[in-house]
């Protein structure tokens, strides 16, 4: 059994993990922290911050915002427990912190949780291996309109998937209006669309002389990524400190 607390337990996401992990009996949740919600309204001890919290667990699952890390790291440190970060929205100062922090406690990080986003980010790699420099490589994604990062991490993810074919790698391209001049080869282009209630949509398109080959991938609902940060969360359990990903998880 992995004892788990949650991390932005009052949230969409929160939610949905709660709500998965009931029907799980590998795992369960001890406690949530939530500095917004009500204790009145969870079945399980709810915190206003993690140095609150004092229920034994295995395992942080996060979902809330990229502000919470400093209190999330810290509380691993302090207690030797695990941490599943699937928030997005990192600075490169938080992205080094992650990675010394990884010298201490396990550390299990994706910009998405979906086994299939992450089967896709082999299949656009090898795609790229394949088509090298005779095809231009465009992402769209497209999100709900209370996602607050744009590009997604998802779609910077998929890039770096791409970008890792080539010899030098693809310089990241996000907004043309600010480039007069000719498509590089060495470039990617990413663009974000924000609206309605899209969960997640991305699609990679490598565009040629005469065709378009493309990859989509469209997520239906939140559960994917609950199913997908679970999962993780059950595998991170006694691991020894070190950043592991969906690699590690799904051997693609």
């Known amino acids: 059994m992995t004892n788990i607390i949650i991390c932005g337990a009052g949230g969409k996401m929160g939610k949905v993990v709660f709500d998965i992990a009931k029907n799980n009996p590998n795992v369960k949740i001890a406690a949530g922290v939530d500095k917004f919600a009500d204790p009145k309204n969870f079945s399980f001890p709810l915190f206003s911050d993690f140095f609150k919290c004092n229920v034994p667990h295995d395992v942080i699952v996060d979902f809330s ?31 080094q912190k992650i990675k010394t922090t ?3 406690i396990a550390i299990f990080q994706s910009f998405n949780m979906s086994l299939g986003i992450n089967l896709l980010c082999n299949l656009v790699n090898q795609a790229a291996r394949f088509l090298k420099d005779d095809y231009d490589i465009e992402i769209i994604e497209k999100h709900h309109n209370q996602k607050i990062d744009a590009p997604s991490g998802t779609a910077l993810m998929l890039a770096d998937s791409v970008s890792n074919a080539f010899d030098g790698g693809l310089n990241h391209v996000y907004n043309r209006r600010e480039k007069s001049e000719k498509r590089s080869k060495k470039e990617i ?38 199913l997908g940060a679970l999962r993780a969360a059950i595998f991170l359990k006694d691991k020894k400190p070190g950043i592991y990903s969906m690699k590690d998880l799904t051997n693609f």
């Open 65 to 95: 915002h990229p502000d919470a890390l400093d209190d999330i790291l810290n509380f691993c440190i302090k207690n030797k427990s695990g941490v599943v970060l699937a928030t997005t929205g990192y600075t490169e100062q938080q992205k």
């Open 102 to 104: 990884s010298a201490k």
């Open 189 to 226: 282009g990413i663009s974000s669309v924000r609206g309605g209630n899209i969960v997640g949509e991305h699609e990679i398109m490598f565009i040629g002389r005469d065709e378009i080959i493309t990859f989509t991938h469209k997520a239906a609902s939140k559960e994917i990524f609950a």
